[in-house]
């Protein structure tokens, strides 16, 4: 398989997933609505196949555009994560602890907002799929998800990451900024340099699955099963 078929498979694979999830989140009562942007900050997490889908979506002007804007936002904090969502799986089955992550929403709103609405919201990574609430949260403070919604949220972001097994993970802005610099491509790196604050993808060592959701999510799993394969 050449290079260009193999990359054209990844991403049209990572579109189907995101079909798949917003037809498996339909089935919630969520309030999010357009302009409900509390949710947007700067510390959104990608893989480095997201950043390839969004720049392979994305033409002339708008792929322009978000090469700038994270470095017009300025932030001088930003979440890093120190592990991916399948390293957390494999540290939990090794019974290795896991080291708390600081992230605080008031270091900065995502750069790509413009008066509370997604610029990229066709292309937006997992990482913002998944923040969701059945209640406003600016009149609670917080997102309210339901259990069930969790957990298939998790499988999603375990399958995502394991669809770029070898790739690399980190903050969705900092990664678009180092894409510029064609630091990246579908699987991560292309050894032209370093990237400080990322982690590598890994595959799923054990879906992160509650006993009680095993028989509600079955066929969800075999259906991303299916599309991976």
């Known amino acids: 398989m050449t290079d260009i078929i193999k990359f ?3 991403i049209n694979t990572l579109g189907e997933i995101y079909a798949l999830f917003d037809t498996a989140m339909a089935e919630f009562p969520f309030a999010c609505a ?5 949710c947007c900050t700067c510390n959104v997490t990608a893989t480095g196949l997201e950043i390839a889908y969004i720049q392979h979506r994305l033409k ?11 470095a017009r936002a300025g932030q001088s904090r930003r979440f890093r994560p120190l592990q991916t969502t399948n ?10 602890d896991t080291d708390e992550e ?5 270091w900065g709103i995502c750069p790509f907002l413009e008066d509370g609405i997604c610029t990229i919201y066709p292309v937006r990574p997992l990482g913002c799929r998944v923040m969701m609430s059945t209640t406003p949260c600016r009149q609670t403070g917080q997102a309210d998800m339901p259990f069930l919604a969790l957990t298939i949220t998790t499988i999603f ?7 770029d097994a070898g790739g690399v993970y980190g903050n969705f802005l900092d990664l678009l900024e ?3 610099n064609n630091i990246l491509d579908c699987n991560g790196l292309t050894g032209k340099g370093n990237i400080s604050g990322i982690t590598p993808n890994l595959k ?3 879906l992160m699955i509650p006993p009680e959701h095993v028989e509600k999510t079955r066929n969800l799993v075999q259906s991303i099963g299916s599309i991976i394969r």
Request: hydrophobic share 35%; aromatic share 6%.
């Open 102 to 106: 600081e992230n605080d929403p008031s």
């Open 34 to 38: 357009k302009q409900c942007s509390d």
């Open 87 to 96: 390293g957390f799986a494999l540290a939990c089955m090794e019974g290795r």
């Open 157 to 163: 972001m375990q399958f995502v990451e394991h669809l």
């Open 178 to 180: 180092h894409a510029e």
């Open 8 to 10: 054209n498979k990844f």
């Open 60 to 70: 002339g002007r708008a792929l322009d555009d978000i090469r700038l804007r994270p």
């Open 204 to 206: 799923i060592p054990a």
